[in-house]
């Protein structure tokens, strides 16, 4: 058993078309998320995937947390009122010329 929890988790191109798994199954960590997002608790997600331990369920954690650390993520929700999304995106993608980076206007 790995002593990191996200070392539970595999990407492999051959299996799964590379999406992120969990090691030794074919159970897409997004689909060990959803299940936990959606309220179901270890016990029902190990009953409907029986190849699943609680090892395995905490390294989807453990990688969806390393995940949203990252510096590249993307906000699903706009934290200014007077912006719809396509208006902030643009905003993102807008070049600032005073600072010659790549910036929020």
């Given at each position: 058993?790995?002593?990191?929890p996200?070392?539970m988790?595999?990407?492999d191109?051959?299996v799964?078309h590379?999406k992120p798994c969990?090691?030794g199954?074919r159970?897409?960590?997004t689909?060990?998320?959803?299940s936990?997002?959606?309220g179901?608790?270890?016990?029902?997600?190990?009953?409907?995937?029986p190849?699943?331990?609680?090892?395995g369920?905490?390294?989807?954690?453990?990688?969806?947390?390393?995940?949203?650390k990252q510096?590249?993520?993307l906000a699903?929700?706009?934290?200014?009122?007077?912006r719809?999304w396509s208006?902030r995106s643009?905003?993102w993608?807008t070049r600032s010329?005073?600072?010659?980076?790549?910036?929020a206007?």
């Amino acid at each position: 058993m790995p002593n990191d929890p996200a070392d539970m988790v595999t990407i492999d191109p051959a299996v799964c078309h590379g999406k992120p798994c969990v090691r030794g199954t074919r159970i897409l960590v997004t689909t060990v998320l959803d299940s936990l997002a959606s309220g179901d608790t270890e016990a029902e997600i190990m009953a409907e995937y029986p190849s699943l331990t609680t090892e395995g369920i905490r390294g989807a954690l453990a990688y969806g947390s390393w995940l949203v650390k990252q510096p590249r993520w993307l906000a699903l929700k706009s934290t200014r009122r007077s912006r719809n999304w396509s208006e902030r995106s643009k905003a993102w993608t807008t070049r600032s010329r005073s600072r010659g980076r790549w910036s929020a206007s």
